[in-house]
C-alpha cells in the first residue's frame, strides 16, 4: 500500500512538473492568472456570418463567443484575425462535386477532404466579420482558402501542408512568439491552426470557452486528443488576467 503510495505521490509529482512547464502552466500552478506581455498575440479564428447562427456552415451558439472573444482582445497589445475566404465553386463544397451531400468526404490529391455548404465566398456578406466583433486595434487580417483547388482550414499551412500563407513568417518578424487562439470552429480551424502554430515553433493555447465546434463523425474529440498531443495548451478564459 504505502509503496503504491509513494509511487502514485511519485507520478503526481511528474505530472505537475510537466504541468509546470510552459508559461501558462507556471502560472497555472501559481494560482495567478495569464497577463498577455508584449511577446503574445491573440489569434481570432474566423468569426464570420457564414459560421455564425442564419450562416450556411452555423456552428452552434457560435454568436455567443463574440462578447467574450471582444473582452479577451481588449487585454492583448497584439490581435490578428483570420476569414476564410474561398472561391465561388471551391474545392471544399459538396456542390463542387457531383453526387456529393455536405458533410461528406472525398479525396483529393492532399488528402480526405470534408465537404462542405458552401461558405465564405469572396466579397459576399457571409464572408464579412461577425457585425459584432469589435477589434479596432487589430494588427492583421489573413485571408485562407482562396485558391480554388486547395482548402486551408489552419491560419499557418494550406490543406496541400507545403503552401504557408505567411502567418508564421509575420509572427517571427513581429517577435510573437506566444499564440493565444479563439473562434470558429474548435475542431477545424482553429485546431488545425494551433497545431501548425507548434510546428512552426511557436508556443500554442487554445481558450476552449472562446471557441464553438462543429463535431462531425468525432472531430472535436479528436481535435482536443491530437492538440494535447502536440503540446497545445487548453485554457479558460478565466485564466486570463484581462
Ligand atoms: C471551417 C469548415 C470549413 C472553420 C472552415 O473555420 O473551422 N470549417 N471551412
Ligand atoms: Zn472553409
Excluded at 464572408?127 to 489552419?154: C, F
Aim: proline residues 4%; charged residues 20%.
Amino acid at each position: 500500500m504505502r509503496h503504491d503510495r509513494r509511487a502514485f505521490l511519485g507520478m503526481a509529482a511528474a505530472g505537475l512538473a510537466a504541468a509546470m512547464m510552459g508559461r501558462a502552466g507556471r502560472a497555472a500552478a501559481q494560482g495567478a492568472k495569464i497577463k498577455p506581455g508584449a511577446q503574445d498575440v491573440l489569434l481570432v479564428i474566423d468569426v464570420q456570418n457564414c459560421f455564425t447562427p442564419g450562416g450556411s456552415l452555423a456552428v452552434k451558439d457560435g454568436d455567443a463567443i463574440v462578447p467574450l472573444i471582444n473582452k479577451l482582445a481588449g487585454g492583448f497589445e497584439h490581435v490578428v484575425l483570420t476569414q476564410d475566404w474561398h472561391t465561388p465553386g471551391h474545392v471544399s463544397f459538396a456542390s463542387s462535386h457531383a453526387g456529393k451531400k455536405p458533410f461528406e468526404t472525398t479525396s483529393l490529391p492532399y488528402g480526405t477532404q470534408v465537404l462542405w455548404p458552401d461558405h465564405c465566398v469572396q466579397g459576399t456578406d457571409g464572408a464579412n466579420l461577425h457585425p459584432a466583433l469589435k477589434i479596432p486595434h487589430a494588427e492583421l487580417v489573413i485571408r485562407k482558402g482562396y485558391r480554388k483547388d486547395v482548402d486551408s482550414y489552419s491560419a499557418f499551412m494550406e490543406a496541400d501542408g507545403k503552401t504557408p500563407t505567411g502567418l508564421a513568417g509575420y509572427l517571427r518578424e513581429r517577435k510573437l512568439s506566444r499564440c493565444y487562439f479563439v473562434g470558429l470552429a474548435t475542431d477545424f480551424c482553429v485546431a488545425w491552426s494551433a497545431l501548425d502554430a507548434r510546428k512552426a515553433g511557436f508556443e500554442a493555447a487554445v481558450i476552449e470557452d472562446a471557441c464553438r465546434g462543429i463535431d462531425v463523425g468525432g472531430s472535436l474529440g479528436k481535435a482536443w486528443a491530437d492538440m494535447q498531443g502536440a503540446g497545445v495548451k487548453r485554457l479558460q478564459s478565466s485564466d486570463l488576467a484581462v
